[in-house]
């Protein structure tokens, strides 16, 4: 769309040119990759190009990556009883962050009595003692929290927690579907046991997602039943375009991370400082370490769906926050967990940034903001 500027990347990205040449490639492809004739043949070949990116790049062997349909599907895979780690038994209850994507919040196929809710702080940080306290002297659990949140970008402990979580016998998922392409992420430092990702967060296709796991861990109960895919860990024909994309978005995204990084970095700080220049507006978990990219922020009287329409009108792709629920601007789950009234979490709009953000569309954003100001905020 002309003339428009997109500052709603954490919601989804525009599709790398990388990817779009492996969707095209792969589009000629006859073949089932479960066929055994070179049709078969070549279609697994690209499917298992693109599994051994993702592994290389997240620190997991190829034979520890399945593919799904998306994130969430992959967010309900990894959240599975029964699963055990090389030296322990079977998690028997799930324990994740108050600020957690929707699809983990859900619990995945553990019973609603067996999931506990770990707080933040006000800076929408795991209170990584409220974790300890849930861990002591209970059965062993699957603890769940993402690497960076995908309303106020705020990194996440997920190195410490990874310590104590297996200290007390338990294992950690790691949903890092926004933390990919943003911060380098690699399941072994940061002490992962599952993690969670999203080509559509990257510069691929919508439609595929994987989990990647360390060696050794069983007990994971697959979601789909049916064929032996994904060494029937997840039943269907694989996506061969969506997988061949996102293994062609990972490398890409990869080779540009350093320099993006510092990029998004100077921009979002831009914009912020000018986003200032409306009197007492709140950046949210400015405080804390964030994604380079995210600017979750207020202003008293702000309403958040007015503000996305009034930036629409101008021009602006923004958004209340995940655009994951129901396409309704809602209030943020997440600053509710923060602290926050309820009007303040209904107030919060999110801006985010992506490789393609020039400072010009830093400058049209604050302009908006300005002329935007006086009449979306009462009093």
């Not at 066929?35 to 520890?64: D, F, I, K």
């Not at 997840?234 to 375009?241: D, F, K, L």
Request: with cysteine; proline share 6%.
């Amino acid at each position: 769309m002309p003339n428009r500027v997109y500052l709603d990347w954490n919601a989804t990205t525009p599709l790398r040119p990388e990817a779009r040449a492996a969707m095209v490639a792969a589009f000629d492809l006859v073949g089932n990759p479960s066929s055994v004739h070179a049709e078969g043949r070549e279609a697994r070949r690209l499917v298992e190009e693109a599994r051994a990116t993702l592994a290389a790049a997240v620190g997991a062997q190829p034979r520890n990556v399945v593919f799904t349909s998306s994130g969430t599907e992959a967010n309900a895979l990894a959240l599975s009883p029964g699963l055990r780690g090389p030296s322990g038994g079977p998690v028997e209850r799930l324990l994740v962050s108050a600020v957690e994507h929707a699809s983990v919040l859900s619990g995945g196929r553990f019973p609603a009595d067996k999931i506990g809710l770990i707080q933040v702080t006000r800076s929408g940080v795991v209170d990584l003692d409220h974790l300890k306290a849930l861990l002591k002297g209970g059965s062993p659990a699957l603890v769940s929290i993402m690497a960076a949140n995908n309303e106020t970008g705020a990194l996440q402990p997920v190195t410490e927690a990874a310590t104590i979580v297996h200290e007390a016998g338990g294992l950690l998922h790691v949903d890092a579907i926004q933390a990919m392409s943003k911060i380098p992420f690699d399941i072994n430092s940061v002490g992962a046991d599952l993690a969670t990702f999203s080509a559509h967060k990257i510069g691929g296709p919508k439609g595929v997602g994987a989990l990647a796991m360390t060696e050794g861990i069983g007990g994971l109960e697959p979601v789909l039943r049916g064929g032996g895919q994904e060494q029937s860990r997840r039943a269907g024909t694989e996506n061969i375009v969506g997988i061949a994309a996102f293994g062609a978005a990972v490398k890409a995204a990869l080779q540009a991370l350093p320099e993006d990084v510092k990029r998004m970095a100077s921009l979002r700080d831009r914009l912020e400082n000018g986003l200032r220049d409306i009197p007492r507006t709140t950046v949210f978990a400015k405080d804390v370490a964030r994604l380079p990219n995210t600017v979750l922020f207020t202003a008293p009287g702000l309403k958040a769906e007015t503000a996305v329409i009034g930036f629409d009108l101008e021009g602006i792709a923004i958004s209340s926050g995940s655009a994951c629920s129901s396409g309704k601007v809602q209030p943020s789950h997440v600053l509710s967990a923060m602290g926050y009234d309820p009007a303040v979490a209904q107030g919060a709009v999110r801006l985010s940034l992506g490789w393609s953000t020039e400072p010009d569309d830093i400058n049209r954003a604050l302009e908006a903001w300005r002329k935007l100001g006086n009449t979306l905020l009462k009093g």
